[in-house]
Nanobody
Framework: QVQLVESGGGLVQSGGSLRLSCVASGTTGPIFGINEMEWYRQAPGTQRELVAEITNDGGTKYADSVKGRFTVSVDNARNTVYLQMNNLKPEDTAVYSC?????????????WGGGQGTQVTVSS
């Protein structure tokens, strides 16, 4: 019913910046919006970590490890959530993926799921 596609990953030097995008689109029809979206990351051999989240009332939360460096935002017109990552560090290297709750209609129907992820590599 819904597809989440991440993009924007890549290789960057320590101290650099990247902006990740997560676009939500309906596969069988239009979607009505994003209720909430979370960005996760997972490095090889580590547990999946919640990095940032945003809700449809604009509320945001961040992991302590990224506070002050990462900013999550949403463009409701484009059904897109962004993760602006500044002052990147080698320990930020991971596959970043989005998981969210998407509104399917104006009757309260929702879909929950995630995307495939995008690789972020920060060199020292």
């Amino acid at each position: 019913q819904v597809q989440l596609v991440e993009s924007g990953g890549g290789l960057v030097q320590s101290g650099g910046s990247l902006r990740l995008s997560c676009v939500a689109s309906g596969t069988t029809g239009p979607i009505f919006g994003i209720n909430e979206m979370e960005w996760y990351r997972q490095a090889p051999g580590t547990q999946r970590e919640l990095v940032a989240e945003i809700t449809n009332d604009g509320g945001t939360k961040y992991a302590d490890s990224v506070k002050g460096r990462f900013t999550v935002s949403v463009d409701n017109a484009r059904n897109t959530v962004y993760l602006q990552m500044n002052n990147l560090k080698p320990e930020d290297t991971a596959v970043y993926s989005c998981t969210g709750v998407i509104r399917l209609d104006d009757m309260g129907s929702t879909w929950w799921g995630g995307g495939q992820g995008t690789q972020v590599t920060v060199s020292s």
